[in-house]
């Protein structure tokens, strides 16, 4: 899929907004949430434009697939063995970024349910 002229994330693909990049690999990228809510908050995307998780799965699901290995890689180097993959899907549930995104959280003891 083309990148959105219009979207956050495709720019930090594309290089055009920096980021603190952790990670990278063909189909995704792994960089620090800018307002992070852990110790460890890294956001990993494809870096094709996709809306939601569940778009990309339809569209590519082995990209989702090398998504979540990337997640279980930044936890790996950042060292933490317990974590959140989070995926905000659509505004009610937070999202405010409509490029798909797993957020990985942790660091510290989490609570349950999400706010
Ligand atoms: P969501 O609300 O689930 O769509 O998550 C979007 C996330 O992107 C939020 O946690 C923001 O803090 C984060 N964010 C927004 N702009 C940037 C940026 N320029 N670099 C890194 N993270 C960002």
């Known amino acids: 899929m083309s990148p959105d002229p219009d979207c956050l994330f495709c720019k ?12 990278e ?3 995704t990228l792994a ?3 800018i307002s992070p809510q852990a110790p460890t908050h890294v956001l990993v995307i494809p870096r094709d434009h996709h809306r939601d998780v569940a ?4 569209a590519s699901p082995e990209t989702l697939a090398e ?3 990337t997640a ?3 936890a790996a180097d950042e060292g933490i063995d317990a974590y959140r993959l989070v995926f905000n899907t659509g505004a ?15 660091g510290r003891a989490m609570t349950w349910p999400p706010g």
């Not at 778009?55 to 339809?58: I, P």
């Open 12 to 23: 930090i693909v594309a290089g055009a907004v920096p980021a603190t990049v952790v990670l």
């Open 25 to 27: 690999t063909r189909r």
């Open 72 to 74: 279980r890689a930044v």
């Open 31 to 33: 960089f620090r949430d």
């Open 55 to 58: 778009e990309l799965a339809d």
């Open 67 to 69: 998504l979540v290995d």
């Open 92 to 106: 009610q549930a937070g999202q405010s970024v409509f490029h798909v995104h797993g957020h990985v959280l942790g």
